[in-house]
């Protein structure tokens, strides 16, 4: 394993490393037998919910964590984070509010949603603006003369688009299972859940917020920027609006900002002043708008110690795939030596949030498989406490119980002795 190295801040990073350690490592205990809003109220007997501690020791690279920039709001939140991903998707077809309830249920800190534009500009929550794999759009003989082929940041997509389709008629639709054949147990709430606007998930987080006294927080993407905003329907100025209204912009706003394109990242940037995270794909892939600007680098170009610096000017923190940091052999599946990108990226002050976490066999390394299905659950509580060893300050994860208790066994081994 390559040596980590110590960042520039180490001190002011230890201090808040200390204070948000003491505040979730027995919150996060509690968070693996109680509900989500009791974790933090019952820590040592603190109002505060911070616990009477020195802090975790020095073990599993703690001397790499970045200082968090003060002032963002990212300090105001657990660490390391559990982000929701698309909800509770393991559990609930994705980007639901019966998804983003459940994961709250479950521990999450934060839920994630994907947002998409349209017909008429509103922003609803989807995976993608490709709608047939989500929804029941191919029930609906109205609308059979809306599958069409389009080409998607350079990919022929076909299908039924949220473009082609306004407000009303989208509400039309119920949602469903996009994995049906590995989440056969999602299928049975096929239909229960409409397609929910951005204004819709800000509102539910409104009300939870409301009725448990515990903030909820968005981490919100970007998806296809260039491509929207090619067809007249730029999404940054659309989600900057919706923020504001909402009462969700800036550095109190409890709003994450993340894209795949760094453009849009930039674009944000002059809109409104949330924390933002940069999206990485595999080490051979390029950001969409990096194709169409003739720009050469790749991801293996952005995750060298230039390419963080570069990030690091207009982003608080990275979203890489796993594989960037436990990269895994292609022939075997099995864990090859992790990379430095971790101990790099907090070198330039980044934080690391990779993606995504789940349970099931056929996601995981098969260092962490068990049995042969692959559709059967494996050590997926293992291998979070893998990552998070690695020093990550969070990851996306579609069951967001077993992530919970794998920070809790993570912190409690930096409180033992």
């Keep these: 394993m390559t040596e980590h190295h110590t960042p520039e801040g180490t001190d002011a990073s230890r201090r808040w490393f200390l204070r948000t350690s003491g505040a979730l490592g027995l919150g996060a205990a509690a968070l693996s037998t109680a509900g989500a809003g009791e974790a933090f109220a019952d820590t040592e007997g603190r109002a505060d919910g911070r616990a009477d501690t020195e802090g975790p020791t020095e073990r599993q690279g703690a001397g790499t964590r970045p200082p968090v920039r003060t002032g963002t709001g990212l300090d105001r939140l657990p660490h390391p984070l559990v982000v929701g991903h698309r909800g509770a998707s393991g559990y609930r077809p994705e980007h639901t509010l019966g998804s983003y309830q459940h994961a709250l249920d479950l521990g999450a800190d934060v839920i994630e949603q994907d947002l998409v534009p349209t017909k008429d500009g509103v922003l609803v929550v989807r995976h993608e603006n490709e709608i047939g794999g989500t929804t029941d759009v191919a029930d609906h003989q109205e609308f059979a003369g809306r599958k069409t082929t389009k080409t998607i940041d350079g990919r022929a997509v076909t299908g039924w688009f949220t473009e ?34 951005f204004g819709d998930v800000v509102e539910f987080a409104r009300q939870r917020t409301r009725s448990t006294g515990r903030e909820v927080w968005l981490y919100v993407e970007t998806k296809h920027p260039s491509y929207f905003r090619s067809i007249g329907l730029p999404l940054e100025e659309r989600l900057a609006t919706e923020l504001r209204r909402a009462g969700l912009a800036g550095r109190n706003g409890r709003a994450i900002l993340q894209s795949f394109e760094p453009s849009s990242l930039q674009r944000l940037a002059k809109l409104v002043d949330n924390p933002r995270i940069q999206l990485l794909g595999d080490r051979g892939t390029q950001p969409y708008d990096f194709v169409l600007a003739g720009d050469k680098r790749t991801v293996a170009d952005l995750v060298t110690p230039d ?46 949030h990779p993606y995504t976490l789940r349970n099931e066999n056929a996601f995981l390394p098969v260092d962490f498989r068990r049995g042969t299905d692959p559709n059967a659950f494996g050590d997926s509580i293992a291998w979070a406490r893998f990552l998070l060893d690695q020093g990550v300050d969070g990851f996306f994860t579609d069951q967001a119980d077993t992530s919970v208790l794998a920070r809790a066994d993570f912190w409690s081994a930096h409180h033992a002795g």
Excluded: C, M, S
């Excluded at 994995?179 to 999602?186: I, M």
């Excluded at 608080?316 to 594989?323: D, E, F, I």
């Excluded at 430095?340 to 980044?350: E, I, N, P, S, Y």
């Design 307 to 352: 390419g963080l610096r570069w990030i690091a000017g207009f982003a608080h923190g990275l979203g890489p795939t796993t594989n960037l940091i436990a990269p895994v052999d292609p022939a075997t599946g099995k864990l090859l030596p992790v990379t430095t990108l971790v101990a790099d990226a907090h070198a330039k002050g980044l934080l690391l």
């Design 164 to 197: 082609d389709f306004t407000l009303a008629e989208l509400r039309t639709l119920r949602a469903k299972e996009r994995l049906p054949l590995q989440r056969q147990h999602n299928t049975l709430y096929d239909g229960r859940w409409a397609v929910p606007t």
